[in-house]
């Protein structure tokens, strides 16, 4: 037979919250990874441009 125990169940959501609570170690501004993603962009049609 079934043996109740005491206690709660987790929750669902308990690894999520503990993974966005937890601390990443490295945090970029998302204006900075904009900025260089369109230098990058930018590089690259200078490079595929006939020109060079």
Partial sequence: MAQQQGGS???SQGGLV????????VEID???VIML???LIAFE???KSPLV
């Fill in 9 to 11: 169940l987790p929750s």
């Fill in 18 to 25: 503990q993974y966005f609570d937890a601390d990443s170690g």
């Fill in 30 to 32: 998302p204006k900075t």
């Fill in 37 to 39: 993603s369109g230098l």
């Fill in 45 to 47: 049609l200078v490079m």
